[in-house]
């Protein structure tokens, strides 16, 4: 197997659910050459595929629309991939789903670091997790 020392992978998907499966299925193969251990590979894929349920939930909830897609980015290098997602992200409001909070909760669990922006003239958030290699 050859081992990737930096890449680069992203993904900008229509923010419905028929996409769950298909950016897991994207960023399982993408790993696959990246020389990344079997836990990171699956917290990994998981942290993907809860960024784009929330997208889903946030953009379900507004009745005036919001963003259809959402962008999923990932950067490795020797040491750790770096997950980054973009859009309206219901775990950023509290009050909303319990269980989109609890994915953020185990997100901090999963990730070695962690950091979730709002920006407040857009509401566009942009959550950034860190997973060793």
Same mark, same amino acid.
Do not use: N, Y
């Given at each position: 197997?050859?081992?990737?020392?930096?890449?680069?992978?992203?993904?900008?998907?229509? %923010?419905?659910?028929?996409?769950?499966?298909?950016?897991?299925?994207?960023?399982?193969?993408?790993?696959?050459?990246?020389?990344?251990?079997?836990?990171?590979?699956?917290? %990994?894929?998981?942290?993907?595929?809860?960024?784009?349920?929330?997208?889903?939930?946030?953009?379900?909830?507004?009745?005036?629309?919001?963003?259809?897609?959402?962008?999923?980015?990932?950067?490795?290098?020797?040491?750790?991939? %770096?997950?980054?997602?973009?859009?309206?992200?219901?775990?950023?409001?509290?009050?909303?789903?319990?269980?989109?909070?609890?994915?953020?909760?185990?997100?901090?669990?999963?990730?070695?670091?962690?950091?979730?922006?709002?920006?407040?003239?857009?509401?566009?958030?942009?959550? %950034?997790?860190?997973?060793?290699?």
């Amino acid at each position: 197997m050859t081992m990737v020392e930096w890449a680069v992978f992203t993904a900008t998907v229509p %923010v419905r659910v028929e996409q769950l499966a298909l950016i897991r299925a994207r960023v399982r193969g993408w790993m696959a050459d990246c020389k990344i251990t079997h836990r990171t590979r699956h917290d %990994v894929v998981w942290a993907a595929s809860e960024a784009l349920s929330s997208a889903i939930d946030h953009l379900r909830s507004r009745r005036g629309g919001g963003s259809a897609e959402a962008t999923v980015t990932l950067h490795v290098d020797s040491e750790v991939l %770096v997950l980054t997602a973009r859009d309206h992200f219901a775990w950023t409001d509290p009050g909303r789903d319990p269980g989109m909070v609890d994915g953020l909760r185990v997100m901090r669990e999963v990730a070695d670091r962690m950091s979730l922006t709002t920006d407040p003239d857009t509401d566009v958030s942009t959550l %950034v997790a860190v997973f060793p290699r």
